[in-house]
């Protein structure tokens, strides 16, 4: 989720290792069925600009995937964050990533991408509220500031933390 320029280095807001999850999310991108990505979307002036600074505005270079994201097995985008006065940290704003896990009868979802202590973390909260199996994928993850205690909430909730090598091995 939210793999985009300005979630990396070199990007608005970045995830200081964000680069390091590169050929960890390859790896978990070619073993599973569905592959869905998020995307923050924001119009410009968004009011989540007031804490985190000016980020993945709409149709910016900063809101696209990394060249190095392997697109062609994505098969649904969900934008998030569009409404120009109401954040969604978690990919399930919105209700349209709920609508298609059900329309494919998904029971179990796991998550990577940025950022682990944020968005990542409210994802897999609300996935597990949600009923789903819910797992994510440390590695393939990477904090904006500090992922210990997001790792110790999801955990708490009943979300499962992997490795990459344990979900392809
Ligand atoms: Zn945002």
């Not at 696209?64 to 978690?90: A, N, V, Y």
């Not at 329309?103 to 990577?112: D, L, P």
Request: with cysteine; net charge negative.
């Amino acid at each position: 989720m939210d793999i985009q320029n300005d979630f990396l280095p070199g990007g608005a807001l970045p995830a200081p290792q964000g680069d390091r999850i590169a050929p960890f999310v390859a790896q978990l991108i070619s073993r599973f069925e569905h592959v869905i990505a998020t995307k923050d979307w924001h119009p410009p002036g968004h009011s989540s600009f007031a804490l985190f600074g000016s980020h993945c505005i709409q149709g910016s270079w900063g809101a696209e995937h990394p060249p190095w994201l392997d697109q062609r097995k994505i098969e649904r985008t969900i934008l998030k964050g569009t409404d120009p006065h109401q954040d969604s940290f978690s990919g399930f704003g919105g209700g349209e990533l709920a609508r298609v896990l059900k329309e494919w009868v998904v029971k179990r979802v796991m998550i990577c991408g940025l950022v682990t202590d944020i968005c990542v973390k409210e994802t897999a909260l609300e996935a597990r509220r949600l009923g789903f199996e819910t797992g994510v994928v440390r590695d393939a993850c990477a904090p904006l500031q500090e992922e210990k205690e997001a790792i110790a909430e999801m955990e708490a909730a009943g979300v499962n933390i992997y490795t990459t090598e344990e979900i392809v091995t």
